[in-house]
């Protein structure tokens, strides 16, 4: 009896321990954050849209940048949709954004994955929305890369979907 209390009392302690240092290293990872410098240039802020896409039916992706710093930023936007991970992509789209200071500016990329892609203002309302996907195994994938005035990437975001037949 005495043995199993010693040993309850050592994994007890032995947790307490464990998260202690897991709560100490958020800790650090928290100040870490607050101390840091805030990001400096225009950033993609937001890729999203609907999970399911259907090939010949438009379907819309809403893409916000934002600039949180005090200067105008000047980016290069690339938005590439791939229908089959590892093969090449379906569509690629590339603008140039001025984004005035603590601005944010939203597009929406438009495509029917055939081979089109367009930035709209809106999505349109002939957008069919679908509940699920009937094959698991067809997936799409978009990116979304920022470049600076320089050239040099320095923010992307991918998100990906899955295809009805």
Known sequence: MIEMRIAAGSVAA???GVDAA??????VATLRTAIAPATTRPTIAVLAGAPIARRGTPSFYRIRLHNPSELTGDVRVELAGFPIPGQPADFRLRWDERLAPHASVERWLRSSWNGDAALVDAPAQEQAFVDEPTDAGARWTI??????AEGAEHDALRIQGSFLP
């Open 143 to 148: 990116t979304a890369t920022l470049a600076g």
């Open 22 to 27: 897991r709560a100490f290293g958020g800790i």
């Open 14 to 16: 032995w947790r307490v």
